[in-house]
């Protein structure tokens, strides 16, 4: 199992922790990825804070959806929405995003079932995140694929980070990677 730490601006500022405090703490748990995802700043604020991060962070740093930030840091990660607002074709979608943010950044793309693996086989993606795996308070409107998710992970030609609700202990046969939010603190 390898830690991916999601690092969420308004669940930890409700929490009443700093975005380099979670970081720090992520380190420390052997967390290789740190994703920061922000979904109501504006991109100066967002820009900022992930140059914060890059000070701190020496692994792996994805930014959530603002694909313009990319040359911040390692890559981006998508959801689902996002590839179709790029494009109606998946694939002509992520050669648009890899044409915007360079060819070395790594790309993961959400996915919610068995379905969305499939099309995700197809793509030139370095990951997909497979969930929610547990009911959690930023995605409330997730289906939770619980036990699962696992099975899922077994036809992903890419490496799988388990999501939403995932905990320290959690383990998985097909996961390559554990998604873990503020719940690492």
Wanted: proline share 2%; charged share 25%; glycine share 8%.
């Amino acid at each position: 199992m390898q830690l991916y730490a999601l690092c969420d601006a308004q669940a930890l500022r409700k929490s009443g922790v700093d975005i380099l405090s979670f970081a720090k703490r992520a380190k420390s748990l052997g967390a290789g990825v740190l994703q920061y995802r922000n979904k109501h700043s504006d991109v100066a604020t967002i820009k900022t804070e992930l140059i914060a991060l890059r000070q701190i962070w020496e692994g792996f740093l994805i930014i959530n959806d603002h694909y313009e930030l990319a040359s911040f840091c390692d890559g981006v990660h998508i959801g689902q929405e996002d590839l179709y607002a790029i494009d109606s074709d998946p694939e002509r979608a992520i050669k648009i995003l890899k044409m915007a943010i360079g060819e070395d950044k790594l790309i993961g793309l959400s996915t919610h079932n068995a379905r969305e693996i499939e099309i995700a086989n197809r793509l030139d993606l370095n990951y997909v995140g497979l969930g929610a795996y547990r009911p959690t308070s930023t995605k409330s409107e997730a289906k939770v694929l619980g036990e699962k998710l696992d099975e899922i992970a077994a036809f992903s030609t890419h490496p799988v980070a388990a999501i939403g609700g995932v905990k320290l202990e959690d383990r998985f046969k097909n996961v390559t990677y554990h998604v873990i939010g503020s719940g690492l603190l």
